[in-house]
Nanobody, 120 residues
């Protein structure tokens, strides 16, 4: 079982930046971290994809964060990061780190989440 622990959330004002980090540990097989990514869930809404990155560093972003957020990873440290710039109130959510052999939602491992709150 892969354990994921997020850090870096907090309360910021509109336009400010935050950097989220996530470290993976536990029973990590060669394919366990093929895909790493970030999802978020706002109150009363479904969890949604924010960004993903493959081991080869191919990335995918939801449209609303393109140009503002940047995902990266350090394969040697089993870590994934999310640099969030120009934050907006609509970015407020619990952000979850995820990993898996592929992007299949039902097979992802999940962290416990970190709260990001953007005040207007």
């Amino acid at each position: 079982q892969v354990q994921l622990v997020e850090s870096g959330g907090g309360l910021v004002q509109t336009g400010e930046s935050l950097r989220l980090s996530c470290v993976a540990s536990g029973s990590i097989f060669s394919t366990s971290l093929n895909v790493m990514g970030w999802y978020r869930q706002a109150p009363g809404k479904q969890r949604e994809l924010v960004a993903t990155i493959t081991r080869a560093r191919s990335t995918n972003y939801r449209d609303s964060v393109k140009g503002r957020f940047s995902i990266s990873r350090d394969n040697a440290k089993n870590m994934v990061y999310l640099q969030m710039n120009k934050l907006k109130p609509e970015d407020t959510a619990v952000y979850y780190c995820a990993s898996g052999r592929n992007s299949d939602y039902d097979s992802l491992n999940w962290g416990q989440g970190t709260q990001v709150t953007v005040s207007s």
